[in-house]
Nanobody, 115 residues
Framework: QVQLVESGGGLVQPGGSLRLSCAAS????????MGWYRQAPGKQRELVAA???????TYADSAKGRFTISRDNAKNTVSLQMNSLKPEDTAVYYC?????????WGKGTLVTVSS
């Protein structure tokens, strides 16, 4: 069992930055693929970025060049640095931990990009 708690969301102006963090409890954190997803109002949840245990990253096209995912296996945390934020980045951001048949989600943190 893995519990995930996100933090770091909030209101930011277009062009600004935010850093989201996800704290995980449970065993073998380092083995999981960790990801950030987001869901905007009226839209489906979508992958933003993912990071494997081996360090391979995957980014949505909308996130490439602006967002960076990282993890600290010693602290059981995964972060998402978001730069050059746009109004279309407004969404609830969810942390995800996946390993074969195991799939865990946090409750989400709201990011609002608005002037």
């Amino acid at each position: 069992q893995v519990q995930l708690v996100e933090s770091g969301g909030g209101l930011v102006q277009p062009g600004g930055s935010l850093r989201l963090s996800c704290a995980a409890s449970g065993s073998i954190f380092s083995a999981y693929v960790m990801g950030w997803y987001r869901q905007a109002p009226g839209k489906q949840r979508e992958l933003v970025a993912a990071l494997t245990s081996g360090g391979t990253t995957t980014y949505a096209d909308s996130a490439k060049g602006r967002f960076t995912i990282s993890r600290d296996n010693a602290k059981n945390t995964v972060s998402l640095q978001m730069n050059s934020l746009k109004p279309e980045d407004t969404a609830v951001y969810y942390c995800n931990a996946w390993l074969i048949s195991l799939d865990y989600w946090g409750k989400g943190t709201l990011v609002t990009v608005s002037s």
